[in-house]
């Protein structure tokens, strides 16, 4: 299957679908860059070329590797730097950019979105939005194969998307939407097979093979007396209800094995610390409040998501909009916060994070 490319001045070129090979080493992080470059997306022969939407950029993967070991039969172009962590010249690293991964869509002439991009913790899973498919695919790295986990999207239906999420061990993708039509795609990639749930519109995290998924039913603002304003609702993937409460907008991150929730909170007030609250995922009852040491300079906290049970990823934001002082692994039983040495201070703008590392 080919697809058409559209420039500026309305010529066409075929070019063959991108079939990647089987890739070993796992995704470390992927970024994208501060610039957007926006073009007219690929499109298929058939539809009204007045209608496409335009797609910004691409998605670069980090990925680390020893040279030599594993097979990497992507069928992209990619450098190779090694000499990498504590010098040894078998440690190598790559940054490979994925082209067929928006960043971002240009929704109208001056509203740009940001489009997630996905990784599992162990790096070997990704979910994107495809620009030659115009669909959300899942992608299996070690077996080369691509599936899609969305039906195509429009403008419309991008600018209703909340959330983009994948179970641990890359079993089940999911992907929600708001709007007139709140709804919740769950993927089985084994089967290709995607079930519906209607009402939800965001995941808050997958447990492994989706036992257990996190999930909201108001994504707007809504008024006190909205019954499901902030109410946490814990499913499990055939989506039956399993627990219930009401929460903030700031619970997010479900863990690998279900059973937690977290929320990083400020204190009011000058001088006032930031928390990691941990949460028990069916009831909302806060089993730990761990007071952030990330530095002993300000700044302020972002989560990331969860390295395993053990482990949850912030980023230490500074004070001024736009700085960074890097990435820490906070152990959620005793709050000890450890820099994850081998990540930037900043990995750009709506950072997705794979494998990574805690280094003492």
């Known amino acids: 299957m080919g697809f058409l490319y559209f420039n500026r001045h309305g010529e066409s070129k075929a070019i063959p679908e991108w079939q990647p090979g089987p890739f070993d080493p796992p995704v470390q992080y992927a970024s994208i860059p501060e610039v957007s470059d926006c073009r007219d997306r690929l499109t298929d022969a058939t539809e009204d ?16 590797y020893k040279k030599g070991q594993g097979r990497q039969e992507l069928d992209l172009p990619y450098g190779m730097g090694c000499a990498g962590f504590k010098n040894d010249e078998d440690d190598c690293s790559s940054d490979i950019q994925l082209f ?27 979910s994107y939005f495809s620009k030659s498919w115009m669909r959300y695919v899942g992608w ?18 991008l600018n209703d ?20 039509q ?40 809504i008024g006190e007396d909205e019954p499901n304003g902030d109410t946490i609702t814990i499913l499990n993937r055939q989506g039956l ?6 929460g903030g907008d700031s619970v997010d991150d479900l863990s690998p094995d279900g059973r937690l ?21 069916k009831t909302g009852k806060v089993v730990r409040t761990l007071t952030l040491r990330l530095l002993s300079e ?34 959620i039983r005793t709050g000890k916060s450890v820099r994850i040495r081998d990540l930037a201070l900043s990995l750009g703008e709506k950072a997705s994070l794979g494998k990574v590392r805690i280094k003492n």
């Open 161 to 180: 998307l909340q959330s983009v999420n994948i179970s641990p061990d890359g079993r089940f993708f999911t992907v929600a939407f708001s709007g007139a």
């Open 261 to 281: 929730l977290v929320e990083v909170l400020a204190s009011v007030g000058e001088g006032g610390k930031e928390h990691l609250v941990i949460r028990e995922a």
């Open 49 to 64: 070329t007045k209608a496409k939407l335009v797609l910004c950029s691409e998605w670069t993967l980090h990925v680390n």
């Open 298 to 331: 300000p700044s302020d906290a972002i989560g990331y998501g969860w390295i395993d049970n053990d482990e949850y990823i912030l980023q230490a934001e500074t004070p001024e909009p736009g700085g960074s002082f890097g990435y820490y692994g906070v152990n």
């Open 182 to 221: 709140p709804r919740l795609l769950v993927t089985d990639f084994t089967t290709g097979q995607t079930s519906t749930l209607p009402g939800f519109c965001r995941v808050l995290g997958l447990s492994q093979a989706a036992a257990v998924i996190a999930a909201k039913r108001a994504c707007t603002d």
């Open 241 to 246: 209800v399993t627990g219930e409460w009401k």
């Open 140 to 157: 299996d790295l070690r077996a080369g194969q691509r599936k899609a986990i969305s039906p195509r999207l429009d403008a419309k239906a």
């Open 100 to 126: 067929d991964a928006a960043s971002k869509v240009q929704i109208d002439g001056s509203y740009r979105q940001g489009v997630p991009l996905r990784i599992t913790p162990d790096g070997h899973f990704i």
